[in-house]
């Protein structure tokens, strides 16, 4: 079992009967999932689910589990997805599956927040490893790549790689620009001011919700949990 498995299997275990669950999107999310769709199965919880993106939904829906549509969730006992970085006071980088926004959506109705990741993923700095995600309208991807410029970022619009060609288009049909800041700044403090800037959708900065975090990192024997 790898590290990741590992912190998908402790989310799992800390879902009961009659709980409303977000489920998360990315290759440490998908643990939880496959772990949750396997004790819904063999335990027969009753669970309200809700998904945060397009391909975490056609994998629950091909295990078997029954979501809700995101416009009909108003509250959720328990949100769980990966991150790309987290910092010691629990503020995060998300959004290299592109779904930022739906997450936050979601973290955002939820009681408490399973943050599942390996030991890589701790940082001293957000922005030490990883861009900014910032979902972006298309037609203002010029204004916002130069107002993200102007807050000193190297910024590039996210291609979508092998599989097509062109930008990574998320799933309300969005572009994805990847801002990287220096780490030595106030990454973290950039949270408000993206928010601000014309045209943005959403953003990977999830900096208000450090009380509901709590932190899973799977290592090779044991998890360890922060907050």
Known sequence: MDSKERA????AAQVADGMAVGLGTGSTASWFVK???RRIREEKLTLTLASSSYSTSQMA???GMRLIPLEHVTRLDVYADGADEFDPQRRLIKGRGAAMVQEKHLVHLSDRFLVLVDPSKRVERLGTNFPVPVEVLP??????KKELEALGAVVSLRPAGTSKDGPVVSDQGNLVLDARFDAAGDVAGLDPVLNDIPGVVGHGLFTR???RVTVAVG???RV???G
């Open 61 to 63: 829906l091909e295990l």
């Open 35 to 37: 772990a949750l769709a």
């Open 209 to 211: 919700y450090a009380d």
């Open 139 to 144: 037609f203002a991807v010029g204004l916002v």
């Open 219 to 221: 290592h090779d024997e």
């Open 224 to 226: 360890e949990v922060i």
């Open 8 to 11: 998908g299997n402790w989310a």
